[in-house]
């Protein structure tokens, strides 16, 4: 990370000096807010967490419960949710105190004897390489503290109040503030409504989310008419996989999900309940767990299950339902108003949780209105951009949605039903790019381009997260992935790739960086704030295909090499070398003439162009952003 350039920092450089309102931050909720984020599960505090980082924002959280989250029922961390922990600060810690998955097994009836089970194929977690980052297990609770702090330690100062469920809510006509109705559920006010104004309102709030009823959104779909049991156990087991993610299917029993979890002795057991039928009226939710310790042990047969402790457990029907919409605009009157309130996380899909999805596309949501409403606050964007949250985010969840379905029907199928012996691990192995996160592709619009120059860059899809890969810092030698200095602080990259002349030389990216730094049309020039920073908006960086010790960092065009923070400072963390050993040219299949690639904020490629088109990269990010 970096730091010192505003004078040398004695203490932790995680906590970054308050600023704008961060500095006057009142100790309650005022009663005018710009952003009222309602919920502090994933998606809400991801959301503080990138709005904070703007101080001249008003960000306040509400959440109904008293204090933090103690302990959440969503462990699975998949990569994309890590390379997402990346950008905020604290993947490396995260990933110390969590469970690994590197490998599933799939244990099956035992041919020769049925009712026992034996172990079947054990596939690699990501048998393609598709990430760097891991998979993890890790409690909710966790990831909620590791988001809190980011919020906290902000210039915005960004903290939950606890203690407040929205009651009312009303959208005025015009542009005008959202009026929400809170009332106090714990404290000296317990049962006392108030109301606050906002510019712009998230819910966060969950499944059954008072701010998607207040704004006349439903939420379609169905049960799948499948009960499951889950429970977090300390055990004494003889089942030699324990430690291991298993999917594990009996003759007659059912099947288990088990998901060893953090801290090397708690697991995960998604138990099979079985079919439920149409005329239960909920009363499998009320099945003992006495009854779910029963049914796994009939499960792993001749294995058995020992249970000491259960720290949480639950019954739940396996339900699909997709939002009809993740913003408060009807589809009749889309494009004729700007979006004032929007759903994210489980306010706007609802899932099983066998798939280890809803925290992950949640904190994607998240991060996707939160940059978004960042930059029209600041003035940095069009309105126009809010409209684009809905647009991407509602066909991720009926992806999610479609996803989730299929795997949950397979794992409550015979073993015996299914078209052959390996069906189950062969589409688990054959879709592992969905369920790390990664399958997201946006199609075009005002931030994401056309795909007419992609074959420049094969390996970075206009519209898929941006994939990091090695390069080699030119200023001091050391290693580093691409990707992993794009820190989530709301600003666009811009990664010109070299072409194959001598860095010292007249060439094309020679030729683009000057035209970027001096031409008066340059989008670099109409998008970065008087007084700020040169790369306050745009992060520039290059990456040459000559080895490091090739170039001279003095000798790169000086749009590579801005001036920063109150001393003029060089920054010397925007100039990169191929790794001669995984060279990012091969790697991502980028033309050897050179090339553009733009990302934007969330980490998500926005166009592919060649060095030589500078009225498209103006134009595009013209569309995207205004000008100064």
């Known amino acids: 990370m970096q730091f010192h350039h505003h004078g040398y920092v004695t203490g932790d450089p995680h906590v970054r000096p308050a600023a704008g309102y961060g500095l006057v931050r009142p100790a309650g909720l005022p009663d005018e807010v710009d952003v009222l984020i309602v919920g502090s599960g994933p998606a809400g505090m991801i959301t503080a967490a990138q709005l904070a980082q703007f101080p001249d924002i008003r960000t306040h959280v509400v959440e109904r419960r008293a204090g933090r989250l103690e302990m959440g029922q969503a462990d699975g961390i998949q990569a994309r949710s890590v390379e997402t922990f990346q950008a905020f600060g604290f993947a490396e810690r995260i990933t110390a105190e969590a469970y690994r998955i590197t490998e599933m097994a799939f244990w099956k009836p035992d041919p020769a004897r049925p009712e026992n089970i034996v172990r079947g194929a054990v596939p690699p977690d990501d048998p393609d390489g598709i990430s760097e980052f891991p998979h993890l297990i890790v409690n909710q609770a966790r990831v909620l503290d590791y988001f809190a702090e980011v919020a906290a330690n902000a210039p915005g100062r960004v903290r939950p109040d606890y203690g407040l469920e929205v009651t009312g809510l009303s959208v005025p006509a015009g542009d005008g503030f959202v009026t929400v109705t809170l009332r106090h559920t714990a404290g000296p006010h317990e049962g006392a409504e108030r109301t606050v104004r906002a510019r712009y309102v998230v819910g966060a709030d969950g499944a059954h989310s008072a701010v998607r009823q ?60 079985g079919e439920v039928p149409a005329d239960d009226g909920g009363r499998v939710r009320a099945t003992s767990l006495d009854e779910i310790i029963a049914r796994a042990n009939r499960i792993i047969h001749p294995y058995t299950l020992d249970v000491k402790d259960v720290p949480w457990h639950s019954v739940y029907e396996v339900g699909h339902r997709v939002t009809d919409g993740f913003d408060d605009v009807p589809a009749e009157l889309a494009g004729t108003r700007t979006p004032r309130v929007f759903l994210t996380g489980d306010a706007c899909h609802t899932h099983s949780a066998k798939a280890g999805q809803g925290m992950n596309v949640s904190m994607q949501d998240g991060w996707n209105i939160a940059w978004k409403l960042a930059h029209v606050l600041t003035g940095r964007a069009p309105e126009s951009l809010l409209a684009t949250y809905s647009a991407e985010r509602q066909v991720v969840a009926q992806e999610l949605i479609d996803f989730d379905r299929e795997w ?20 688990y192995v054959k879709t592992a790019e969905f369920p790390c996160g990664f399958m997201t592709r946006y199609q075009p619009s005002m931030i994401v381009a056309g795909a007419e120059h992609q074959h420049l860059a094969t390996g970075f899809p206009v ?19 691409l990707g992993h200095h794009a820190r989530a602080d709301g600003r ?30 340059s989008p670099l020039l109409r998008h970065t704030p008087a007084g700020g920073d040169p790369d306050a908006v745009l992060d520039v960086k290059v990456v040459y295909q000559q080895d490091h010790h090739a170039i001279e960092h003095p000798s790169v065009p000086a749009v590579f090499r801005p001036r920063v923070g109150p001393f003029g400072l060089v920054d010397y963390e925007k100039v990169y070398a191929a790794d001669p050993a995984h060279d990012i040219f091969e790697l991502r299949g980028i033309d050897r003439g050179g090339a553009v690639v733009v990302v934007r904020p969330d980490q998500y490629v926005a166009a592919v162009l060649p060095l030589t088109a500078r009225d498209e990269l103006t134009a595009f990010l013209g569309g995207a952003l205004r000008p100064v």
């Open 214 to 273: 207040a704004i006349g959104r439903t939420a379609v779909g169905d049960k799948a008419n499948h009960a499951w049991g889950v429970m977090d156990v300390l055990a004494v087991t003889d089942f030699p996989d324990v430690r291991t993610k298993c999917a594990i299917q009996s003759h007659d029993g059912g099947s288990i999900l088990l998901i060893p979890r953090e801290g090397g002795f708690l697991a995960r057991w998604y138990v099979d309940l």
């Open 408 to 427: 949950s029907r397979l794992m409550a199928t015979r073993p015996e039903d299914l078209p052959d012996p390996t069906y189950l691990e062969d589409f």
């Open 463 to 481: 519209g898929k997260r941006f994939k990091s890969a090695p390069v080699a810092r030119v200023a001091d030698g050391n290693p580093a992935h």
């Open 492 to 521: 666009w990259r811009v990664y010109a790739f070299a072409d194959a002349g001598a860095p010292d030389a007249p060439s094309a990216l020679r030729d683009w960086a000057d035209w970027l730094g001096t031409a008066p049309g």
